[in-house]
Structures are given as structure tokens and as C-alpha cells.
């Protein structure tokens, strides 16, 4: 897949953009001034990011994922990723019938509901999940392969189905991977 090089990504504006990001040619930045990427995140071909959002440092976002980070915002922290196709909402209209629907439509007829996104560090979304507004997915939570989270979850969970439910605990074996990671940089 082909990258952006240096001068490209320097030449979108983001709000801040760490050493060695790989952005594909083939991916969707919108608002890159309120954009924050950290070192060595990587975001692959068809992916749209868009609105207030901070990723952090080792994150990856696979291909025909969408952040729609809007005022509210997403954050996705260290080492956490999403596969294949999510969809992370940080406002979304009202499907309820009270109000109208969709871009097109004034404010004044619509309701959307607005509330930030965290992913938190060490988490993985599974292939065509998605999460919706003011969901806080804690530190260490894997979510299984399309699910919907609409609930803040535990950390060091896992979490499958629509709604997405706890599963089981998961493993912390990763963090001493982590330290183990971290100290070779400081090496190299």
C-alpha cells in the first residue's frame, strides 16, 4: 500500500503529527487541524477521519474504518487498534422518529446526540464493530468481530455481540511486551 511521504503529510496541517506516521494515499482526511497523531500510528487505504480526534502513539486503524470524531471528539490511546471496517461515532442523529434525519436537515429539526469517544491503551476493536457516542472503551477491552458498543466497558475485558456484552476476562501478558518494546527504543 502505498504512503504518504513527509512533505504530504506535513503538507495536510495537523493540529500535531509524531515521527514515523504512515498514512495510506488512498485514505480520507478531513479537519486535519484538529487532528493529533502520534509516533508510529499507521492509518490504512479507505479509511475517513474527520472532526476532533487524538490518536495516540502505535495505533493502527485498518482499512474501510471511519473515525467521525465531530466537536465531542475520539481518542484512541497507545498501542490500541481497529480492524478491519469500524465505525466510531461521536454524535449520531436521533433514529427515533421525533426528529429529522441526516445532513441535509437544519439543526433546528434534528437531535443528535453528542458525547466523546475513548479507546483506551492495549484495546482492539474487532473487524465491522462499531462504537457510538460518550462510549468509554477501557484500558486493555477486546471487542469481537461486529459487535455494537453502546455501554462504557470494564478494563481488561472481552466484549462480543450487538449489544456488546462481557465475555471474560483478558490477559495482561501484552504490558511486559510493552516494557520489553520500549526499552529497545531507548536502545536503538
Known sequence: ????????????????????VRISEKASIYNADQIEIGDHSRIDDFCVISGNVKIGRNVHIAIYSQLSGGRPGIEMCDFSGLAYGCQIFAQSDDYSGTTMTNPTVPAEYKSEAEAPITIGRHCIIGTNSIVLPGVHIQEGT??????MVTKTTEPWSIYFGAPAKRIKARKKDLLELEKAYLASEQIN
Not at 477486546?142 to 459487535?147: D, P
Open 142 to 147: 477486546s471487542v469481537g468481530a461486529m459487535s
Open 1 to 20: 500500500m502505498p504512503f504518504l511521504n513527509q512533505l504530504e503529510l506535513n503538507s495536510l496541517g495537523f493540529k500535531r503529527l509524531g515521527k514515523n
